[in-house]
Every structure is written in structure tokens, then in C-alpha cells.
């Protein structure tokens, strides 16, 4: 018996694009034209840079087909806050002084050890049964001490507690810190002690002799 064989009908695999797809396409290529002008003139006004220049980028054609915007799951009452960081986020050189009762105990001395670690050139001093912070530094002579309490001053007079500075003979100058109202140290102590960390004092002090 011979084998009967049907030949099936052939199908094409390339769909011709439709009006609503060539509309797309071209919607696209305005938009990345529009695009690439809107660059090109941000270019000559800001010059050659084009660092940090990122957006987003316009959809694809299939994208569009598939509706995607209308799949996103979101909640439109979501609500949007800038937050503002708690004092214990910011670093110590950031955060403001605040009143101290005098009901309020002075630092203990394990505490103050560990703050100690958050400044740089103080050390702890035990003078009257109370905690303090020192610092010290050499300078290039007289005129330059008085700049360094100068430079102090401006930055400590916003926090309303001033460090006892010292200007002694010839060229140092030595700063302590504590809470008198408490007869030892505060946090308080320790923000002052880092703000003035932060003073440019590279100028100020002796320049160091290079050997050839």
C-alpha cells in the first residue's frame, strides 16, 4: 500500500508591520532625535564635559506594544519625606551644642575615654576631682599663636562654649575644655573639642626642614 502524504500549508513567520507599529517606530525616532539635539546644544553651552549627563531613556516600540506602563504596581498615595539626620547620624564636628542642667552628672571616665578616640590631639586631664580636655600646639612663633585663638574663637563662638585658651610664651598655645556647671566633661566638650579639629593650622606651625 502506498504512503499518502498532505502537504500542509506554509505560514509565513514575518508579520507585516502594522499603521499602529510604524507610527510607534516613528514616534521613537523623533523622540531620539529630539534627544540627541537637546545633548548636543547642552554640550556647546556647558562645553565638552558630558559627565553625569544620564537620564532615562525612551521605550522601545515593543515596549510600547506590550503596555508595560500599565503593569507597574505601585500605591499613588505613597507619601514622600525628606528626612532630616538625628544628631547621633551626624558625625561628631557636625552636631550643636546643647544646655547642660546642672542636676546632670558630669562624664563618666570610661565614656570619656571612648569619646577620646572621636578627636584628634587632646588628651584627658585630671585637675579639682574633674575631667578635662587638653590640647596643645607648637607654632611657628608669637604672632602665629594669636592667629590660632583667633581662629578658635570664630568657630566656637556659634556653640556658646568656649574652651580656656592659653597663649604661652614663646610660640605655644594651649586649649582646655570642660563644663563647669557639671565639675567635669559633656558631650558638649567633645563636639567643641572636634570643631576645633577642623581648623587649618598647617600655616601656623614651624616648617619642617627637608635634608638634601
Keep these: 500500500m502506498a504512503a499518502t502524504y498532505h502537504q500542509l500549508p506554509s505560514f509565513s513567520l514575518?508579520?507585516?508591520?502594522?499603521?499602529?507599529?510604524?507610527?510607534?517606530?516613528?514616534?521613537?525616532?523623533?523622540?531620539?532625535?529630539?534627544?540627541g539635539?537637546?545633548?548636543r546644544t547642552r554640550a556647546m553651552a556647558?562645553?565638552?564635559d558630558l559627565l553625569g549627563d544620564?537620564?532615562?531613556?525612551?521605550?522601545f516600540p515593543a515596549e510600547l506594544e506590550s503596555q508595560f506602563g500599565?503593569?507597574?504596581?505601585?500605591?499613588?498615595?505613597?507619601?514622600?519625606?525628606?528626612?532630616?539626620?538625628?544628631?547621633?547620624?551626624?558625625?561628631?564636628?557636625?552636631q550643636q551644642c546643647s544646655p547642660?542642667?546642672?542636676?546632670?552628672?558630669?562624664?563618666?571616665?570610661?565614656?570619656?575615654?571612648?569619646?577620646?578616640?572621636?578627636v584628634v590631639g587632646?588628651?584627658?586631664?585630671?585637675?579639682?576631682?574633674?575631667?578635662?580636655?587638653?590640647?596643645?600646639?607648637?607654632?611657628r612663633d608669637f604672632k602665629c599663636g594669636v592667629e590660632l585663638i583667633n581662629r578658635i574663637y570664630k568657630v566656637v563662638e556659634p556653640t556658646g562654649h568656649f574652651p580656656s585658651l592659653h597663649l604661652e610664651q614663646p610660640n605655644q598655645v594651649r586649649a582646655e575644655l570642660w563644663t563647669e556647671s557639671i565639675g567635669g566633661l559633656s558631650m558638649n566638650d567633645f563636639?567643641?573639642?572636634?570643631?576645633?579639629d577642623l581648623i587649618k593650622t598647617s600655616d601656623l606651625v614651624p616648617k619642617k626642614r627637608i635634608w638634601a
Excluded: Y
Aim: charged share 25%; hydrophobic share 40%; with cysteine.
Design 54 to 59: 544620564f537620564g532615562a531613556r525612551d521605550p
Design 14 to 35: 514575518l508579520r507585516p508591520p502594522t499603521r499602529h507599529h510604524a507610527d510607534q517606530q516613528a514616534q521613537c525616532r523623533t523622540r531620539t532625535r529630539r534627544a
Design 70 to 94: 500599565e503593569k507597574v504596581l505601585g500605591n499613588l498615595d505613597t507619601e514622600h519625606k525628606i528626612l532630616i539626620p538625628t544628631a547621633s547620624a551626624l558625625s561628631l564636628a557636625e
Design 122 to 139: 587632646w588628651r584627658l586631664i585630671d585637675e579639682d576631682g574633674g575631667l578635662k580636655l587638653q590640647c596643645l600646639w607648637k607654632l
Design 37 to 39: 539635539f537637546l545633548r
Design 191 to 196: 563636639i567643641v573639642a572636634a570643631k576645633i
Design 46 to 48: 556647558m562645553g565638552t
Design 100 to 118: 547642660v542642667s546642672p542636676l546632670q552628672g558630669p562624664m563618666s571616665s570610661d565614656d570619656a575615654h571612648r569619646m577620646l578616640r572621636k
